[in-house]
């Protein structure tokens, strides 16, 4: 087996070792322009280049759950797609998305500008009840969110391509019922692929939907949302405030108005990182499968997008 390495903005001497481990029969070396062919290939931002040399991958393993940037460039015909499928990625989601629900649901950004101020006062309970969550996304991610959410008592109402049965979660689906789905909501949690459907899908036609003193978590992708209708709606009073770990350009630039809004918690795209050994592992053991003719799970639709 021979297996190239093309992964930007990471450090490639412990990948490539990590794999190398894993995998002590096959030939894993760094990629630069004009190396040999490979048959699989682990990649994060390749350029296109990367692509157009290497022309007889069977298997492209995309060290993130998200293939958007992926699938925007001209990949070698025949060649599977597969990204992570979890590999540690889901239980710091839900920690991520619990932490940013309850530090809204429970005012801990009030109390901490009250204790700032040497203040020691009591806000009014807050009822769950009032609090529906709403997951868009019920996949690998979403559905672990979702449990973790409603393990918190909050009701959830969960939104998905196809149906849905999962115990506890309100399940809705399809763009038929995308309206009851936000109308039944308050808190809006963003877990869905960014694909030409959903694409711009966090606007002002949407979030004006979720119930008054709704508020956004977008653990997604940037392009979902239409960053000046987010705003527009904070303004108004519509959404209380958002919480977003991902931008349309990442790194945020400074002069962008999410930086410094008070209603607004940004965070620089951490909300679930690449574990590096859980994703070695994960990675040898599908090349191993794939190789041996088994399908493996996280094979990416390009017809779907993710
Ligand atoms: P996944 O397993 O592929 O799940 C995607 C979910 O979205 C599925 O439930 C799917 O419905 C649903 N969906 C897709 N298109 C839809 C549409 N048009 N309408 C309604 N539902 C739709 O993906 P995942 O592993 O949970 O990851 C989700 C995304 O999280 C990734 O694509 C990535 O962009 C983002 N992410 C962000 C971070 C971060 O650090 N911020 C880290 C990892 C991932 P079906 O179940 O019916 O197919
Ligand atoms: C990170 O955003 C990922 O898609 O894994």
Not at 74 to 89: K, T
Not at 141 to 164: D, H, I, M, T
Request: proline letters at 7%.
């Amino acid at each position: 087996m021979r297996i190239t390495f093309c992964c930007t903005d990471t450090k490639p001497e412990p990948w490539l070792a990590g794999l190398r481990l894993a995998l002590p029969q096959a030939a894993v070396t760094l990629w630069q322009p004009g190396a040999p062919l490979a048959d699989h290939a682990v990649v994060w931002a390749p350029p296109q280049q990367f692509f157009d040399e290497q022309t007889q991958l069977q298997g492209i393993f995309n060290i993130g759950a998200g293939v958007d940037a992926l699938l925007k460039l001209h990949l070698p015909p025949g060649a599977q797609v597969v990204r992570l499928d979890d590999a540690g990625m889901s239980v710091q989601m839900a920690e991520f998305v619990c932490h940013a629900l309850i530090r809204h649901f429970r005012e801990l950004d009030g109390y901490d500008a009250d204790t700032a101020q040497g203040k020691w006062s009591y806000r009014k309970p807050r009822l769950r009840a009032d609090y529906p969550v709403g997951i868009m996304g019920l996949g690998v991610l979403g559905q672990r969110v979702a449990r973790a959410v409603a393990g918190f008592g909050f009701p959830v109402n969960g939104w998905s391509q196809s149906p849905k049965h999962i115990a506890g979660i309100n399940s809705f689906s399809g763009t038929d019922q995308l309206h009851a789905f936000l109308q039944a909501s308050r808190v809006l949690v963003c877990l869905l692929p960014l694909t030409p459907d959903t694409q711009d899908i966090l606007n002002a036609q949407t979030l004006g939907q979720l119930m008054p003193g709704g508020y956004l978590i977008n653990v997604a992708r940037g392009g979902h949302l239409v960053d000046g209708d987010l705003l527009a709606l904070l303004d108004s009073g519509h959404l209380a405030g958002a919480a977003l770990d991902v931008f349309r350009t990442e790194p945020l630039p400074p002069e962008h108005p999410f930086w410094h809004h008070p209603k607004i918690t940004v965070t620089p795209h951490t909300s679930a990182r690449t574990l590096r050994d859980e994703s070695i592992a994960q990675i040898a053991a599908k090349m191993l499968a794939m190789q041996g003719g088994e399908a493996v799970a996280g094979v990416v639709s390009l017809q779907k997008g993710y």
